[in-house]
T-cell receptor
């Protein structure tokens, strides 16, 4: 089983739609969770951290479910510019710096 | 956030040759990370480059194949040695951010390597 797993998609949604991605992780002791965004032929960039209480940044909401060992990203009112690959990332060890990435979920937002 | 300059941005190489990728950061960082991203796959950590000591390699990666230098706190190189077509990939350097936990990563723009 991979340490971090994501549905590769692609998700094809119209502008204005709400779309959600899930990511599961295998190490129950994992402490830190993130979503990164990667545009085509570009480097990944941090989108948001995922806190135990959940967090929201504009149209983006991230949540953590420790019991089921998954994190989610919800995008509301999708824009064309949201088209990208979204990478789930987990730091599996407390105090560690090694970040494990999922393979990414591709999102296409169409007009 | 750190500003990271990585070069070359891309290269096409013959099998059996070696390529050295450079990563320059605009601030001093204790750790630098080297990742590989093969087509359609996730980022895989190759090694952690520590200043003043040998790099720490992940399972499946060895120093002879991917020697790393870290001469100071702002610079690192990764060499892909004796290349084969299977080494065709994007290679990315990364540094932790300066927030309290140093857990967020910032990436260089990547080196797209094609081995013929």
């Amino acid at each position: 089983r991979k340490e971090v797993e994501q549905d590769p998609g692609p998700f094809n949604v119209p502008e204005g739609a709400t779309v959600a991605f899930n990511c599961t992780y295998s190490n129950s002791a994992s402490q830190s969770f993130f979503w990164y965004r990667q545009d085509c032929r570009k480097e990944p960039k941090l989108l948001m951290s995922v806190y135990s209480s959940g967090n929201e940044d504009g149209r983006f909401t991230a949540q953590l479910n420790r019991a089921s060992q998954y994190i989610s990203l919800l995008i509301r009112d999708s824009k064309l510019s949201d088209s990208a690959t979204y990478l789930c990332a987990v730091i599996p060890y407390t105090g560690g710096f090694k970040t494990i990435f999922g393979a990414g979920t591709r999102l296409f937002v169409k007009a | 956030s750190a500003v990271i300059s990585q070069k070359p941005s891309r290269d096409i190489c013959q099998r059996g040759t070696s390529l050295t990728i450079q990563c320059q950061v605009d601030s001093q960082v204790t750790m630098m990370f080297w990742y590989r991203q093969q087509p359609g796959q996730s980022l895989t950590l190759i090694a952690t480059a520590n200043q003043g000591s040998e790099a720490t390699y992940e399972s499946g990666f060895v120093i002879d194949k991917f020697p790393i230098s870290r001469p100071n706190l702002t610079f690192s190189t990764l060499t892909v040695s004796n290349m084969s077509p299977e080494d065709s990939s994007i290679y990315l350097c990364s540094v932790p951010g300066t927030d309290a936990t140093n857990e967020k990563l910032f990436f260089g723009s990547g080196t797209q390597l094609s081995v013929l």
